[in-house]
Structure formats: C-alpha cells, structure tokens
C-alpha cells in the first residue's frame, strides 16, 4: 500500500464524506486560498487511517495530499 499519494492541478469540487473526524479548515487569504485537513478511517480496517488535506482556489481544489498514519 502507498504511503503517501499528492495530486496537483486538479480543479475539481469536493464534499467531506461522512466518515470524515478531526476537521480543520483554515483561510489563506480572505477571498481566493484555503486550507482542509481531515481523518478518515478504512472502511473495512478501521485501524487504518488516512489523513487528508487539500488547498482550495476560488471554490475549487487545486492540491490534494493523501498520507497513511
């Protein structure tokens, strides 16, 4: 399994699953640059966990980091 996956350019909306804990979001900039970070659990392995954070432009996501913990 891969530990860490980063995806850049992506420019798509996106809405936390419902399995989402420990979220955070933080503002950049008042009207352009965000910040989400969040926890999410393996469905079938719930010891497995993955922390999510993503940078926001304008509504949209424009980085992705998906790290194993």
Not at 22 to 28: A, S
Request: with cysteine.
């Amino acid at each position: 399994m891969v530990a860490f996956i980063g995806l850049s350019c992506v420019y798509m909306k996106i809405t936390l699953h419902e399995r989402a804990e420990n979220i955070e979001e933080h503002r950049l900039d008042e009207d352009y640059l965000s910040v989400t970070k969040y926890q999410i659990s393996n469905k079938y392995n719930p010891k497995i966990k993955f922390s999510i954070l993503y940078w926001k432009a304008q509504g949209k996501i424009i980085d992705i980091e998906i790290k194993q913990i």
